[in-house]
Structure formats: structure tokens, C-alpha cells
């Protein structure tokens, strides 16, 4: 069973939209969460770390994790054409310093 | 300052040949980290450095892989007898160390094994 769980899309929104991506783990002990987002043919690129429950904004990115449903969240508003791209959560296990992955979200935006 | 840099960034094999990849952490940072991406999929775990201890490889998916980083700063991840399924974008990250560490990944290496 994979441990980091998400949909693998794609997620097509319209321009302007909020675009919803989710994300599940199953390690109870998770102490740290990352949303990354990774253009075609390009390396991960941090976006977001959040370390408690509750939500976190940057600019248009809002994180929202949830430790005792085992859920991490990422809202991206009044999406952009250049928000496409896959949207990989991250999380490190207990006791570890490496990052375990989904599969990733493909995101389109739509203009 | 500089991020962290991968070389060679592309890298054709023939099955069976020995392949290194190099990796060049952010100056400074003390923890670095080797992932495997295949086509499709998110990254996988290697292995990790704390300077130039290799703490943790419980992620190598056979002994062909190896890596070293003897100075505590460059890193270079060796595959011997490379198979097809070796196939795959090799990423370095690296960060300062620290409980949150947040992971910095370099362009990655993306191998061929023919």
C-alpha cells in the first residue's frame, strides 16, 4: 500500500478558478507536509510546507492539514495558465528525514 | 546563492555499463538526499547524507547502486551493471539540517539504459 496517496487527474479548472488538490497519508506519526509542484521535464519545486493542523496561506496558495483525518490539502486561487503542471505531496515519516511522495496531480488551467 | 547543480544531465548507457552521478549540494547545507523518478510517478528515496554520513539507504534498490559523499559537500551515486530498469530521472536535494528541514532539489540526472 502506497503510503501518500493522491489523484492523479488531470484536474482541468477555467482560469480564475480554485483549484482543489488532495492528498492522504498513512503514517499516523507524520511530523512534516510539502506541497511541491513540478513542470514537464523540470525538477520539484517547493510550493508550501505546513507542521500543524489548520491552514496556511501564501499569496494565492493556501495549505490546510488535517493530522487526525491523515489529509493535506492545497488550494491554489484565481488559478493561472502557468499553475499547470503536477502538484506532488510530500510527506516525512517518523523518525526519518525522507520525503515520501504521491504520485502526483496533474493540474490544467484552462484560459 | 547557487542552487543545487547535477552533472552529467543526461546520460545514455549501454545495459551493463557503469554509470557516476554527481551531485553539488547548496553550499553549506548538511543534509543531502538522493531520489529515483520514473516516468509518471513521484520521486523515490534513495538514500541520505548528514555530512559524509550515509544515515540512512534503506531505499537503494540493489547493491549495483552506491553512493558516497566523502567531504561532506559533493555527492556522487554510483550504479554498476546498469540494467534497463535503471531507467529513470535521478534527483539530489539537499538542506540545512534541522527538525523542518525543507529539501532543495537540484535539475536532476535523467538516465537511459539501452
Known amino acids: 500500500q502506497k503510503e501518500v496517496e493522491q489523484n492523479s487527474g488531470p484536474l482541468s479548472v477555467p482560469e480564475g478558478a480554485i483549484a482543489s488538490l488532495n492528498c492522504t497519508y498513512s503514517?499516523?506519526?507524520?511530523?512534516?507536509f510539502f506541497w511541491y509542484r513540478q513542470y514537464s521535464g523540470k525538477s520539484p519545486e517547493l510550493i508550501m510546507s505546513?507542521?500543524?493542523?489548520g491552514d496556511k496561506e501564501d499569496g494565492r496558495f493556501t495549505a490546510q492539514l488535517n493530522k487526525a483525518s491523515q489529509y493535506v490539502s492545497l488550494l491554489i486561487r484565481d488559478s493561472q495558465p502557468s499553475d499547470s503542471a503536477t502538484y506532488l505531496c510530500?510527506?516525512?515519516?517518523?523518525?526519518?528525514?525522507?520525503?515520501?511522495f504521491g504520485s502526483g496531480t496533474r493540474l490544467q488551467v484552462q484560459p | 546563492g547557487a542552487g543545487v547543480s547535477q552533472s552529467p544531465r543526461y546520460k545514455v548507457a549501454k545495459r551493463g555499463q557503469d554509470v557516476a552521478l554527481r551531485c553539488d549540494p547548496i553550499?553549506?547545507?548538511?543534509?543531502l538526499f538522493w531520489y529515483q523518478q520514473a516516468l509518471g510517478q513521484g520521486p523515490e528515496f534513495l538514500t541520505y547524507?548528514?555530512?559524509?554520513?550515509?544515515?540512512?539507504k534503506s531505499g537503494l534498490p540493489s547493491d549495483r547502486f552506491f553512493a558516497e559523499r566523502p567531504e561532506g559537500s559533493v555527492s556522487t551515486l554510483k550504479i554498476q551493471r546498469t540494467q534497463q530498469e535503471d531507467s529513470a530521472v535521478y534527483l539530489c536535494?539537499?538542506?540545512?539540517?534541522?527538525?523542518?528541514?525543507?529539501?532543495?532539489f537540484g535539475p536532476g540526472t535523467r538516465l537511459l539504459v539501452l
Open positions: 547524507f548528514q555530512n559524509e554520513a550515509q544515515l540512512d
Open positions: 536535494a539537499s538542506s540545512e539540517g534541522g527538525q523542518k528541514e525543507t529539501q532543495y
Open positions: 505546513i507542521y500543524s493542523n
Open positions: 553550499s553549506g547545507h548538511v543534509s
Open positions: 510530500a510527506v516525512t515519516d517518523t523518525g526519518r528525514r525522507a520525503l515520501t
Open positions: 503514517d499516523r506519526g507524520s511530523q512534516s
